[in-house]
């Protein structure tokens, strides 16, 4: 593992949030998740009904302590807009998979690229082990595309056919020593 102990981290920056999940965000994290296909974006609910999403809330909350997994809130001016998450992937330990998903109606206002940066700056000073972070994506969201190489990371593959409507997915790659500090 890349740490020793752990627990779910408040990280800031002047307007966007990430914090741990509590049962009260049940509504704002319904209002996103069911914004989306729920057989596409909001797949890591399981779907986006209501009970879909109370069903990701409570285990999500319960699981808080036990690393390498984090799955937390992203805020903007302290509304819930998204949710931000990492984890271990298996057989390698020093390296995280990361994803997260934004309310489209905060499209555009820099909340991603905020809350990337946060994390990134939080991962890599928390586990002195971590030498690389993964993020899969869309291989039709240029936005995300544009965001991760802004921040260094580099295009290291392309999933076939791994949507559940069939599209593909990129797999991005940075390593700690690629990692820029500011994005454009």
């Known amino acids: 593992m890349i740490h020793d102990s752990w627990s779910p981290p408040t990280l800031r920056t002047g ?3 990430v914090r741990p999940f509590t049962v009260d965000d049940i509504d704002a994290m319904h209002a996103y998740a069911s914004s989306m296909p729920g ?3 909001a797949s890591w609910l399981g779907g986006n009904t209501s009970a879909h999403v109370a069903r990701y809330l409570t285990d999500t909350v319960a699981r808080y302590g036990r690393p390498p997994r984090a799955d937390l809130g992203v805020t903007l001016d302290g509304k ?3 949710g931000v998450g990492w984890r271990q992937v298996w057989g390698a330990p020093s390296e995280l998979e990361a994803g997260w998903v934004i309310h489209p109606e905060a499209a555009g206002l820099g909340v991603a690229k905020e809350m990337v940066q946060v994390v990134l700056d939080h991962l890599f000073a928390r586990f002195e082990k971590l030498n690389r972070v993964e993020v899969r994506l869309r291989a039709d969201d240029r ?3 544009r965001l991760l190489e802004g921040f260094g990371f580099v295009l290291e593959g392309t999933l076939r056919h791994a949507t559940p409507e069939g599209g593909n997915r990129f797999l991005y790659g940075l390593l ?5 500090g500011v994005v454009s």
Do not use: P, Q
């Open 143 to 145: 936005a995300g595309v």
């Open 39 to 41: 057989e596409g974006y």
């Open 80 to 82: 819930l807009v998204g």
């Open 176 to 180: 700690r020593d690629e990692r820029k």
């Open 15 to 17: 307007r966007v949030g």
